[in-house]
């Protein structure tokens, strides 16, 4: 700055600008606090709380089941996973069985779930890039998943389907039907995706070898999910710290290949997403050969008291690693529920990554990080 | 209607006034209202038709409920948009930040003054058309700028500057490729260039020389980054910049810079059209004027329209590129191919009849055998697309 400034005689500043909180690209209430010159960012420090609704408190004043419900809210983009993740916790607090059709049950509302969101992220991701039709045939894709949604469990974005125990109702076999339908329908999608905005010249351009987290900063700075995938390292709970069916189900774990610029870049992250959509769909296959006839929820009671303890449950959300804590006092309250989400540890790198970029690769930055406000507030 | 003028002053209307004066009045009054009643519903229905075109491609409905199909949507939003307030920043600058739209807006519509819509249908077939017409549009820069300094709001300024020097860059690709056929045409004039073209696709500048057909895309290219359409649209970049230029615009004024947007996209389907696909000409079918006059504006508009869907698709397929990629498309490849195009249609020009017309033959074949492609493609997209192709245009 000072250097450019004695050199040629201009006077040259920084500039301050606020990205967010009301920004067409944050997804939601999200406010970085930019330094830029000119186009250049020199910093991006993001402001996070503009939507944080207490989750975590609330779950101290509620049952465990009637906490079920808001748990739904922590990430309405995937609402399954928070509720599998807490209901887990409070299993292994109150050792209660879940039932085997449940189990099934589970794992094929939360495929179908993270397809929706990833539906949604790689569409809102175009958009950031620019491409509009691709965000809105994303989008339509999602509304057949939302109204499969709605005949599994009755409600369309957060579903409070997956209770203590299993889940709330069972997939009836017109339902199986109507999701196998979808499924030879949505694989075919993902091509003409690819075809249309993967695959592009300008989109490839845009997000080669911008933002590259390499694998040390990965792991460093706690990236989880598809973030930590797209830098080359091969995690995903579902096959490393296994729970509910999924070590019974065959499916890859896509890890990023630096498939067009190097390993870790935006592109790298966007495409783990792609691959992933593939290979929940090749789960949902494999769940619905194989779910077996019973309850679709075991007996749990009314008043669920579990014993003293505490517990930390891990699912793979399509943001990441998801994990509730919960602590029992052996109440029909939960002494203590912590809440531990992926965007919000995904935020923090921003800023390392946001020097010496654009302002248009921040927007691109903050799309393949996925980041999603109300995960990161609760 | 000079007659009607010459009575008037005989009568004693305009007593005191010189009759240039008067004269020069009359022709500016009577532009702005053939203008305006004929660009007006242009852009307005311009971008009802985006709006259509672009929600069917992306399997939505679009604008249906004002007037048959949504026609008449652009009338109901422009109603809306003069009654809403007229908000002016109280730290943005009083008088710059009001007068930016109609800067834009005139930029645009001096444009119509050189467009051939007939062999007699043009406002003033000026000797420098083509060079009145690109320093005009040119205006429009001046426009952008200023909104974008006069908002007071660091979106708006990010904004203007990146339309500055896309605008001022691309002018350069955009001339050059201008040159080429000016230089086979030997004039500058509108109409000289549509007249020494024909009305046979091989009589078309386009298809010259194999450095025109190059040229054509160049300057397509060109004009829709001169135009701030995708996927060059970064001055407005809606996902970066907000809004960009127009972040602190509201109501009529905000609408102004939509309408030039619009009404652009016209003005290069028009002006493509003029240099490089034979403007208005038809095949001598009939010697009446009027039938003439109307064929000869219905093939002009028709033409020019083509490529306002061309841009529409555009739009509706590609992403945006970032501000430093497109400035480096601008001077690392447009320039050098423009030049290259220019000099290689100067050799051309050297060349004796009959061997100019092999080489316009293998160049009509080429793009003959480019369209060709182009369909199979767009055809193996239908065949292999999941979602039914839906052909009713009308919901």
Same mark, same amino acid.
């Given at each position: ?192 995706? /690819?075809?249309?905005? +993967? !695959?592009? *010249?300008?989109? @490839?351009? =845009?997000?080669?070898?911008?933002? %590259?987290?390499?694998?040390? #900063? ?8 598809? /973030?930590?995938?797209? +830098? !080359?390292? *091969?995690?995903? @709970?579902? =096959?490393?710290?296994?729970?509910? %069916?999924?070590?019974?189900? #065959? ?128 | ?395």
């Amino acid at each position: 700055m000072t250097d450019y400034a004695a050199d040629t005689g201009f006077y040259a500043e920084e500039m301050t600008i606020n990205v967010g909180p009301q920004h067409p690209s944050t997804h939601g209430v999200l406010r970085f606090v930019v330094k830029t010159d000119g186009e250049m960012i020199n910093e991006a420090i993001p402001d996070v709380g503009y939507l944080h609704r207490s989750i975590e408190k609330i779950g101290e004043k509620v049952t465990y089941h009637g906490y079920v419900p808001y748990t739904d809210r922590a990430d309405y983009l995937a609402a399954m996973f928070a509720n599998q993740a807490f209901c887990m916790a409070a299993e292994k607090l109150g050792n209660t069985e879940v039932s085997r059709r449940g189990e099934f049950c589970r794992v094929i509302a939360c495929e179908l779930n993270r397809l929706a969101s990833h539906l949604i992220s790689v569409g809102t991701f175009g958009q950031d890039i620019g491409a509009m039709t691709p965000f809105v045939h994303a989008l339509r894709e999602r509304e057949s998943i939302n109204n499969l949604m709605e005949e599994i469990c009755g409600a369309r974005l957060t579903y409070n389907y997956i209770r203590i125990g299993g889940v709330g109702y069972d997939i009836v076999p017109s339902t199986m039907t109507k999701i196998a339908e979808f499924l030879d329908h949505f694989e075919p999608i993902v091509e003409e995706f /690819n075809r249309l905005l +993967s !695959g592009n *010249k300008i989109f @490839i351009e =845009r997000l080669a070898n911008v933002a %590259v987290v390499s694998k040390e #900063d990965a792991l460093s700075y706690n990236l989880v999910g598809p /973030n930590l995938r797209g +830098s !080359g390292i *091969k995690w995903d @709970i579902r =096959r490393d710290i296994p729970y509910s %069916v999924y070590p019974e189900l #065959d499916f890859e774990v896509p890890v990023g290949t630096a498939e067009v610029g190097s390993l870790g870049d935006s592109f790298d992250r966007f495409w783990v997403r792609i691959r992933e959509m593939q290979e929940s769909v090749k789960i949902l296959r494999q769940a619905m050969t194989m779910i077996p006839k019973g309850p679709a929820i075991s007996k749990v009671p009314r008043k669920f008291r579990p014993p003293v303890g505490e517990y930390y449950a891990r699912v793979e959300a399509p943001r990441g690693d998801m994990g509730f804590y919960v602590v029992s006092d052996g109440s029909e309250y939960p002494y203590r529920v912590r809440i531990r989400t992926g965007s919000y540890t995904a935020m923090s790198i921003i800023d390392k990554l946001s020097k010496g970029i654009m302002v248009a690769d921040l927007i691109a930055l903050i799309g393949s990080l996925d980041v999603d406000a109300p995960e990161i507030d609760r | 209607m000079q007659a009607l003028l010459d009575q008037m002053i005989q009568e004693g209307a305009f007593a005191g006034v010189p009759k240039e004066v008067v004269y020069t009045i009359a022709m500016v009054l009577t532009a702005v209202v053939v203008l305006s009643a004929f660009v007006a519903p242009l852009a307005g229905v311009t971008s009802w038709l985006e709006r259509r075109v672009w929600a069917r491609m992306q399997s939505r409905v679009g604008p249906n409920r004002v007037g048959p199909q949504g026609i008449l949507q652009w009338l109901a939003d422009g109603i809306k948009n003069i009654m809403k307030e007229d908000i002016i920043p109280t730290a943005a600058d009083q008088k710059l930040f009001p007068l930016a739209p109609y800067v834009v807006f005139m930029g645009f519509l001096c444009a119509f003054v050189v467009i051939p819509f007939g062999e007699s249908l043009i406002v003033a077939d000026l000797n420098i058309g083509i060079l009145y017409l690109l320093s005009v549009t040119s205006l429009v820069v001046v426009g952008i700028l200023m909104a974008g300094w006069a908002s007071n709001n660091k979106w708006s300024l990010l904004g203007g500057m990146r339309s500055a020097a896309q605008i001022v860059s691309y002018e350069i690709p955009a001339g050059l490729s201008v040159l080429t056929v000016v230089f086979l045409a030997g004039t500058l004039s509108m109409q000289g260039i549509i007249k020494a073209q024909g009305w046979r696709p091989w009589d078309w500048f386009m298809f010259h020389n194999p450095f025109t057909f190059c040229a054509f895309f160049l300057f397509f290219t060109a004009a829709l980054a001169e135009g701030n359409r995708t996927p060059f649209d970064i001055p407005e970049a809606e996902s970066e910049l907000v809004a960009g230029y127009v972040t602190e615009y509201s109501g009529m004024r905000f609408l102004f810079f939509f309408f030039a947007e619009w009404g652009n996209l016209y003005v290069i389907g028009a002006v493509v059209t003029t240099l490089f696909m034979g403007g208005w000409q038809v095949p001598p079918v009939t010697d009446n004027p009027v039938l003439l006059g109307i064929l000869q504006f219905l093939t002009f508009f028709l033409k020019a329209y083509f490529w306002v869907f061309v841009a529409m698709w555009i739009r509706a397929t590609l992403p945006r590129v970032r501000v430093d990629q497109l400035m480096g498309l601008c001077w690392k490849y447009m320039v050098p191919l423009s030049f290259i195009c220019l000099l290689g249609t100067i050799g051309f020009m050297f060349m004796d009849t009959n061997s100019r017309r092999i080489f316009g033959a293998i160049t009509l074949g080429f793009a003959i055998a480019t369209i060709i492609n182009f369909f199979r493609r767009v055809g193996f997209q239908f065949r292999s697309a999941k979602p039914e192709a839906y052909w009713k245009p009308h919901i």
